[in-house]
């Protein structure tokens, strides 16, 4: 006692800013000292929780084994499954618990195929789990919105599809982006129709994961792409013109050839490259008739499309612009006239330097 | 029929389980291993007559289990993989280095008895 007395005389004697050092270094001391014994406890909670979870995820596994391999021969539900649906049912009202059961559904979903798929799809809507993702769906925060969406595509619930119908046009593109490929999924070709309401823009990312989907559809038998190419949303017609590619469009080419005169710079060059694909011949005349009013992104589209689809009659044209201002074009007029008339394109060698483009002059040197 | 002794190395544990079950169900004996190097210490302790493997894989990856089971345990044992989409360059090198067969998740477990049949025979 007498020496903590000395200690507080001592402390008092201290001019102030020590005095103020130790109070600091008090205070810091005791939070430490707080703070370690607070990550101790929540280090062992979430042990705990994770301890928890890993032993229901084995119960739930094992649960679920049982379920997929007790159903009757003609594929009705058995009691066996009636009761794991049950049991299974009181357990996806704990929060945590469902978060396993959707992971272990997910995990599962991601690796097999079959009849293993529609027995877990059962799983999903006779356990309830659906009912959260619907209350997901209509959730306020953006982010639980599109979880749910992204769920009920996995499970593949046709059953909500008017639900999602009106999230098409969310003003958060991860919701719509998630619609989008919840009607793609399930219903692949049909599910295109959003792209008849849609404003908001389709980003390079959100139409190649439509393609990937679509491609994976066992019928690839294409629905009408015409009213997509007059949309009037930019991305939907750029859209459109993969579609027309990747499926080989011919009935289109007509469309495409109207097009070629379209507002947007980007969709008339994709046009040229689809028409390249589709051999949209006709088009040749066209764009050599309009070849100076053309962009120079243009006329180096028409350049490649001339590659493919060139024939004799070509020939006065690609000459014609062997000296073009731009390299590549240069360098494409002179691998076209090579395909075509290879004395002539060994006779550009004779050429003195100072006559020859920078194409050329390159070539030498390769 | 010849109780079969399989060894299946998968890292998700309801996979394993259910193709456990549906194999256990053909008459095989099933040894599960979570990892590549679970699967090496339990080829080496068993010889099955057959190894199914995943190729991604935590520790070892299934690449490597084929090549020891190869080179090193110089095994003739057929070996089936999985391999999940956007990694047919790895199914090429597993063919490569002594796989007999590789099936693409997601898959039917309905298919791989089929296939586990036709190895085993």
């Known amino acids: 006692m007498i020496d903590f007395q000395i200690l507080i005389d001592n402390f008092n004697e201290y001019p102030y800013l020590i005095k103020l050092a130790w109070v600091v270094s008090a205070i810091l001391g005791a939070l430490i000292i707080l703070l370690t014994v607070y990550l101790k406890f929540v280090r062992t909670i979430l042990r705990k929780k994770e301890a928890n979870s890993l032993e229901f995820r084995k119960e739930y596994e094992a649960l679920l084994i049982e379920y997929l391999y007790s159903g009757t021969e003609e594929g009705g539900i058995s009691e066996i499954q009636k009761n794991i649906i049950e049991e299974l049912k009181k357990h996806v009202t704990v929060k945590s618990k469902r978060k396993v059961i959707i992971s272990v559904l997910y995990k599962l979903m991601n690796e097999v195929s079959g009849e293993v798929t529609d027995a877990l799809k059962v799983l999903y809507k006779n356990t309830g789990l659906m009912h959260y993702a619907l209350i997901k769906i209509n959730s306020k925060k953006w982010h639980v919105k599109a979880k749910g969406i992204g769920e009920l595509t996995k499970f593949k619930i046709e059953s909500v599809q008017e639900k999602i119908e009106q999230l098409l046009v969310h003003p958060v593109r991860e919701v719509r982006k998630e619609a989008h490929l919840y009607f793609v999924n399930l219903f692949y070709f049909e599910g295109l129709n959003f792209l008849d309401i849609i404003k908001t823009p389709l980003s390079e990312w959100d139409q190649i994961q439509i393609l990937e989907i679509l491609q994976k559809s066992n019928d690839q038998e294409i629905c009408d792409i015409k009213p997509w190419l007059q949309s009037k949303n930019e991305t939907v017609v750029l859209f459109a013109l993969k579609l027309a590619k990747v499926y080989n469009q011919y009935e289109v080419k007509d469309e495409l050839m109207n097009m070629l005169s379209h507002n947007s710079k980007q969709v008339r060059i994709q046009v040229i490259e689809v028409l390249t694909h589709l051999y949209g011949i006709e088009a040749k005349d066209v764009l050599k008739a309009n070849f100076t009013q053309l962009s120079l992104e243009e006329q180096i589209s028409f350049f490649g499309l001339l590659e493919k689809l060139v024939i004799p009659d070509d020939e006065p044209f690609v000459e014609k612009h062997l000296f073009h201002k731009d390299f590549e074009i240069q360098l494409l007029a002179l691998k076209i006239l090579k395909s075509i008339n290879i004395d002539k394109y060994l006779g550009l060698n004779k050429l003195p330097p100072s006559q020859k483009s920078l194409a050329m002059l390159k070539l030498e040197n390769v | ?121």
Not at chain 2, 11 to 18: F, M, R
Not at chain 2, 46 to 62: A, K, N, R, V, Y
Not at chain 2, 83 to 94: D, F, I, N, T, W
């Open chain 2, 1 to 121: 029929m010849d109780r079969k002794k399989i060894v299946l190395a998968e890292d998700n544990s309801t996979l394993s389980l259910l193709l456990k079950f549906r194999l256990e169900k053909e008459g095989h004996e099933l040894f599960m291993a979570a990892d590549g190097k679970e699967a090496l210490a339990l080829i080496e302790e068993q010889l099955p007559d057959l190894i199914i493997t995943d190729i991604m894989m935590p520790f070892i990856s299934g690449l490597e289990v084929i090549s020891h089971v190869r080179n090193k345990l110089e095994l003739n044992v057929p070996i089936i993989v999985f391999s999940s989409a956007g990694q047919e360059e790895m199914v090429l090198k597993a063919f490569d280095l002594g796989a007999n067969d590789f099936m693409g998740k997601p898959f039917s477990p309905n298919e791989l008895v089929i296939r586990v049949k036709r190895q085993l025979n």
